[in-house]
């Protein structure tokens, strides 16, 4: 895939909002999908966990998620983005997502390692999101731990409860 090597992690900006729904929904089903209202609330209230990977200037993937008390993704906060907690908590992750043409070449992985080194800098204690099973495997290669079945109906969907320790 060409120009993966120059990859840029940013924080997502408004400008960014059309390749991110454009990504989210080629990655996720209508129902598991944000809209566009859920994702600009989301960059207003996500400044620092909102991270978007771009090659040669153009999005070409995305990390985002809030930072809260709470250990666990919530199916309220889809609906009800919480403010990031300025340090501490614990730094959920709502959604990563990878264009499919560049999938494949570790950008899901350097993007979980970004956000991961932000909550370090943060003192959060986890990082943790919620997986369908058959991406569990690619999240316990990046060092998670499923920790079972989510007290999650996102979408009529099964989720897995995955942790990060920091």
Known sequence: MKGVDAMKITDAMA???PAILRIERLGFSAEEAGSA???????????GTFLVAKVAGQVVGFVVGPAT???????WMYEQTPRNLPTGGHQLIYSIAI????????????LLAAISERARAAHRETLSLTSLE???????????????VA???HAGETWYNLVKPL
């Open 99 to 110: 264009d499919p043409a560049y999938r494949g070449a570790g950008l899901g992985s350097r």
């Open 37 to 47: 209202a859920q994702y600009r609330d989301r960059l207003e209230k996500l400044t």
């Open 15 to 17: 400008a960014d909002l």
């Open 151 to 153: 007290m999650s109906d």
């Open 69 to 75: 008390t709470a250990a666990y993704v919530a199916d």
């Open 134 to 148: 058959r991406n569990v495997p690619f999240y316990e290669k990046n060092g998670f731990i499923n920790r079972g």
